[in-house]
């Protein structure tokens, strides 16, 4: 029998199966329920419909919802984007400090979220901040700034520095330098821990819940909607939500996967 279908593979694979299904099953039941109509309660299968996505389309409250969750994390990807890249650079060319820089930097994205939001919260009254979508964004900064670090220096580490040595031996100066051989070499990590860091920010709740003011983001509206009931344009809205997540996998994936060369 050959390596490939060796007992322990055809085991760990069966394991993979129902470890996946008990995973992924339950999201397709929204999916597939978004496409038949829903009545007291229950899915007609006998009839499929996209009443749904309609519906959806005139809820104000979750679109309005959604906007403010998008303008959160374009902002939150601009802000962590920039720190990220910065701190990885000084990382990167500083030998002090680096011990410390780290702990400050992962500390609120390894803490509970609940322990990062309430510190945040205090902050902000003892700081006379008051909650809007700008203590948001700060939270949701503070909490993915760790991924956008993390990735930015990896690809910084992996640079080979005969690039800089042979940038300065012809003649270019730091910034010279920075924006054509550095820059370059770190735009695929930045975009990849762009993408993270806006998935994370879409779908955080907990320091959300503690830090917004009156505005609210999409997942906190959902789980305000949790204690009435969802209405059957919200099964159309997780379909959408699960496509939009796939997608960002994928450019997050093709971004930070290593590609081999040609030769």
Known sequence: MS??????????AAVTMVVAVLLYSPLFVPILSSFFVVSHGQVDWSRPSLSAYAALSGNREILAALRT????????????VVT????????????????????????????????????????????????????????????????????????????SPTLLEASYDLGASRLQTFCRIVLPNLASAMAGGAILAFALSF???MITILVTGTQTTLPVRLWAMMRLG????????????LMFTALLCVLAAHFLVPRRSAG
């Open 3 to 12: 390596a490939r279908w060796h007992p322990s593979t055809i085991a760990l």
């Open 203 to 205: 779908d955080e709740t």
């Open 230 to 241: 969802f209405s059957p344009d919200i099964n159309a809205l997780v379909a959408l939500i």
């Open 69 to 80: 969750t998008l303008v959160v994390g374009l902002c939150t990807v601009v802000l962590s």
């Open 84 to 159: 990220g890249t910065l701190l990885a650079l000084y990382h990167h060319g500083r030998r002090s400090g680096r011990a410390l820089l780290q702990f400050i930097v992962f500390l609120p994205f390894l803490m509970p979220p609940v322990i990062s939001g309430l510190a945040l919260l205090i902050f902000f009254r003892e700081a006379g901040i008051e909650r809007s979508l700008l203590t948001v964004v700060i939270g949701h900064t503070v909490f993915v700034l760790a991924i956008v670090y993390r990735t930015v220096l990896t690809r910084l580490q992996s640079m």
